[in-house]
Nanobody, 115 residues
Framework: QVQLVESGGGLVQPGGSLSLSCAAS??????MGWYRQAPGKQRDLVAT???????NYADSVKGRFTISRDNVKNMVYLQMNSLKPEDTAAYYC???????????WGQGTQVTVSS
């Protein structure tokens, strides 16, 4: 049974930093990533990373966010620096399982950037 569990969200002031973690279990995951969804908006890509470490970022977070993963621990991380109020959203971990051809989602963790 595939399970993704996010942690690390919270309230932070503009310009601050926050780190998110996602613990994945139940399979071997190829592409893993983070998406976010603000109230009333669609869920958008934040960043993805392959097993080999190739990364992709949304333009809005380039230079501020860093995605990384630990293939042994089946973890994916998102380091968020220089946070802005527009980064406020629920952040979701996502992972693709090649053998099943399916994407899986975590339950989400809230990030609020406000003074």
């Amino acid at each position: 049974q595939v399970q993704l569990v996010e942690s690390g969200g919270g309230l932070v002031q503009p310009g601050g930093s926050l780190s998110l973690s996602c613990a994945a279990s139940g399979s071997i995951f190829s592409i893993m990533g983070w998406y976010r969804q603000a109230p009333g908006k669609q869920r958008d890509l934040v960043a993805t990373i392959t097993r080999g470490g190739l990364t992709n970022y949304a333009d809005s977070v380039k230079g501020r966010f860093t995605i990384s993963r630990d293939n042994v621990k089946n973890m994916v991380y998102l380091q968020m620096n220089s946070l802005k109020p527009e980064d406020t959203a629920a952040y979701y971990c996502n992972a693709y399982v090649v053998i099943s051809g399916r994407y899986y989602w975590g339950q989400g963790t809230q990030v609020t950037v406000s003074s």
